[in-house]
């Protein structure tokens, strides 16, 4: 069981480098889109510019997804993202046992899933130049996605909040 956690755990790196690329080709896409949008939109000057502004900040904030990461990691934390899978692999410290695999492989789920939440609230971004209501929902997931990224840190100031066996557990996970 253990030797099927460990590849799992290993097939697992490359999905970093997949969101990451993906999120760059939707912020490319966003930037043409938004581009060509206001250049038609020019002509027609009946329709206002913005939802084609919000386009180009959106693909602006995919384009530059490290950027992002590290803003809101320094904003909240003071220290900078984590830039891959790899940097968690070799962060978290645990036992060789199936407990030890379990939390590694939830940690770095977690990590996946914010990168994941980072991509969509571009994409909300996007839409929420043309329906309002969906500026929330947009900026939930970038800055919750964020923090999902950046679970250590966020886990070490709950724990040095909460104090006692709690901080000792999380403090011996990410050293």
């Known amino acids: 069981m253990n030797e099927t ?3 799992l755990i290993d097939n697992l790196l490359p999905w970093w480098d997949l ?3 993906f999120g760059l080709i939707m912020g490319l896409a966003f930037i043409v889109k938004g581009l060509f949008a206001f250049g038609v939109s020019g002509k027609r000057s009946q329709q206002g510019s913005a939802p084609y502004v919000v386009t180009l900040i ?3 904030l995919l384009l530059n997804i490290t950027g992002v990461l590290d803003a809101t990691s320094q ?5 900078n993202s984590a830039t891959g899978l790899a ?7 645990v036992k060789d046992d199936r407990f030890g695999l379990y939390m590694k492989l939830s ?18 971004f996007d839409a929420a130049g043309k329906n309002g209501e969906k500026f ?16 250590d840190k966020l886990l070490l100031v ?3 909040m909460v104090g006692g066996g709690f901080q000792q557990t999380i403090s011996g996970l990410f050293n």
């Open 5 to 7: 956690l460990k590849n």
């Open 19 to 21: 969101g990451y690329v």
């Open 58 to 60: 959106a693909g602006i």
């Open 75 to 79: 904003t909240f934390f003071l220290e």
């Open 87 to 93: 940097d968690v692999d070799n962060h978290i410290t």
């Open 107 to 124: 940690y770095m789920l977690v990590v996946l899933v914010g990168l994941y939440g980072v991509v969509q609230g571009g994409i909300l």
């Open 136 to 151: 929330g929902p947009a900026m939930a997931h970038l800055i919750g996605g964020a923090l999902a990224v950046n679970i």
């Open 158 to 160: 709950f724990s040095v």
